[in-house]
């Protein structure tokens, strides 16, 4: 039978059959393809292991909620919002909660995440900020919401110039004061109320601040890390967590001594969650450290924590001695310096509310160029070790009136130095928290 005109398909199978097809492959073959793809593999690794920033970041629902999940129910994505709701809702958040939002710089947004010419939408603070930066790489924020309409900004907002245009009606708002400076289809003088908050900002090391006071009190002066504005120190990663609990907490870690011992003693190795790991025993990190605020008058603002820091092995021999230096400016921001064997290393930490109770906390990790495998091993421990943190604050309340042994000293005075950041006008939690419900 013919299955295509002129062919016989009989005389095609025979011919197949006849054919002696050599179906081995050459060991020299095989051996070539192995060492490419090794090559291969080692050289992409090497490649993000001293090249690449490492982005470590985890979302809200992969830190200190595994001890409510089953396996069943971590594998379902509806099942875990569910239970972890569930937790969020009945949890007691604590009596006399002070102000969500203190004032200060708040880092709210990475200075790589915009680029010139465009603009974005940021909420934070109980507020709604549109954040542009101009081709002259100047950064503005203000307001969001547009006077006339109401449209938001920094939603499909455009950048001309050193003004936002808005999207609904093409109503230009500048940068330098908020003021409205062109209604494309209007004849008529511009309204004097049209018009937007124009925001205090700074674009450096590596984040965009905004300036927040109820009291609309001068800004303090944001210390620049000169050893990443010559280059001698290159960025390396990151993280970021989201941490729901009051914002006072995050900094009141540095002056609570004896928490390095009771949440950081078990090595890294064993994890964010130590407790049961076998490689909780693998080594010990050993703390010595101190808390102290600044007495100068124009830097009443920053707190210093001291820290000696050792990888105990053996139960006798450390190992990865360093000195880290915290620099607490403000009640959002902290520069952490380690002296390490291998030269110096800056961490940025920033703490930004998100919500009252939710906040939005990003470290940014400096150090030597070539440096990749160290940072990113200190990328990694650090981590860890902000986890452990995190598992406490996503399920504690805040202690207005906490019953303090004597060693505790300075978390009393902590919370003397972190008043001056509460002023008469600042939000209370209950208000914050009606402005965001509907």
């Known amino acids: 039978m013919d299955l295509i005109k002129g062919v016989n398909t009989s005389q095609v199978l025979s011919y197949i059959n006849t054919l002696e097809m050599d179906t081995s492959v050459s060991p020299d073959f095989i051996v070539t393809i192995f060492w490419s793809l090794l090559a291969l593999g080692l050289t992409a690794g090497g490649y993000w292991l001293f090249i690449v920033p490492w982005n470590f970041a985890k979302d809200f629902t992969e830190v200190s909620f595994n001890f409510a999940l089953s396996k069943k129910d971590s594998r379902n994505p509806t099942k875990k919002r569910d239970v972890i709701n569930k937790l969020r809702r009945t949890r007691h958040m604590g009596d006399a909660l002070p102000c969500p939002f203190p004032n200060g710089w708040y880092a709210i947004l990475e200075s790589c995440k915009l680029a010139k010419g465009k603009s974005t939408n940021v909420s934070c603070l109980g507020e709604q900020f549109v954040v542009y930066r101009t081709e002259k790489n100047e950064v503005y924020v203000l307001d969001a919401y547009c006077p006339h309409m109401g449209a938001n900004l920094g939603v499909g907002g455009k950048v001309v110039g050193d003004s936002i245009v808005c999207p609904f009606h ?145 139960h006798k021999m450390r190992i990865g001695t360093m000195d880290v230096k915290a620099i607490q400016i403000g009640p959002a921001y902290v520069q952490l310096h380690l002296y390490t064997m291998f030269g110096l290393v800056v961490i940025l930490q920033t703490c930004c509310p998100v919500e009252p109770l939710m906040q939005k906390v990003i470290h940014r990790f400096y150090g030597p160029p070539g440096s990749g495998p160290f940072m990113k091993f200190v990328i990694y421990a650090e981590s860890i070790m902000f986890e452990r943190d995190v598992n406490v604050w996503n399920h504690k309340k805040f202690a207005h009136n906490p019953c303090l042994a004597k060693e505790d000293r300075c978390i009393k005075l902590f919370r003397q130095w972190f008043s001056q950041f509460y002023s008469e006008n600042s939000k209370t939690y209950q208000q914050a928290k009606e402005s965001l419900e509907w």
């Open 170 to 314: 093409e109503w230009s708002f500048r940068g330098s004061d908020g003021k409205c400076n062109n209604i494309p289809y209007s004849t008529c003088a511009i309204p004097q109320s049209a018009k937007v908050r124009k925001w205090e900002s700074q674009d450096v090391n590596g984040y965009i601040f905004i300036w927040y006071h109820a009291e609309n009190e001068e800004p303090w002066k944001l210390p620049i890390v000169k050893e990443i504005e010559v280059g001698k120190l290159i960025y390396h990663g990151r993280n970021e967590y989201f941490v729901n609990s009051h914002i006072q907490d995050m900094p009141e870690n540095g002056a609570d001594l004896a928490h390095f011992t009771a949440i950081h003693n078990a090595s890294f190795a064993a994890g964010g969650d130590p407790q049961n790991n076998f490689l909780r025993s693998l080594g010990k990190h050993h703390w010595e450290a101190t808390w102290k605020a600044n007495e100068a008058v124009e830097e009443k603002h920053i707190a210093t924590v001291s820290i000696f820091h050792a990888l105990e092995v053996f």
